[in-house]
């Protein structure tokens, strides 16, 4: 497992899983696993990924589907600059919501002992989002994170 994998020895209830852009790739390889642990220990997953716009939002159709189809599972794209329109068959089982993937964090009202927080994606969003996790009263010890930055 890495920083950002899924453990099965977690004794976590809910994930709590975050990404901005690209950092969304590793989140949609483990749904298997995911599945896995929703069907068999009952674990609920949140998924918020930080996009400027709707065309930004990679595997968008593939998390909507899969949310639609494990009740367990919620995807929470988040749009920093441009709001899908409501017919966008890619978030039709989304949450979309008009903001930034770390402020949205405090929403979830994330529960020590009980959640466990990923964190994949841009530097400043993985801070602030350890923050707002912190600040909730999730311990660093929930809290996984890995760090990239694109070079261009």
């Known amino acids: ?52 716009a709707p065309d930004d939002a990679l595997f968008a159709d593939e998390f909507s589907a899969f949310a639609a189809a494990h009740p367990g599972f919620r995807y929470l794209p988040c749009f920093s600059r441009q709001h899908p329109d409501a017919s966008d068959p ?13 402020n949205l964090f405090g929403a979830l009202d994330p529960t020590a002992g009980t959640d466990i927080a990923y964190l994949c994606g841009n530097p400043n969003m993985v801070d602030a989002c350890v923050e707002a996790l912190k600040v909730h ?16």
């Open 1 to 52: 497992m890495n920083a950002v994998g899924v453990s099965q020895t977690s004794a976590a209830g809910r994930h709590d899983r975050g990404a901005t852009g690209t950092g969304v790739a590793s989140y949609r390889s483990m749904l298997p696993e995911l599945e896995s642990l929703m069907a068999e220990r009952g674990v609920e997953v949140v998924l918020l990924h930080g996009v400027r």
């Open 90 to 102: 890619r978030f039709a089982h989304a949450e979309p919501a008009h903001g930034y993937a770390q």
């Open 137 to 152: 009263g999730l311990p660093m010890k929930d809290i996984r994170r890995e760090k990239y930055v694109s070079l261009k």
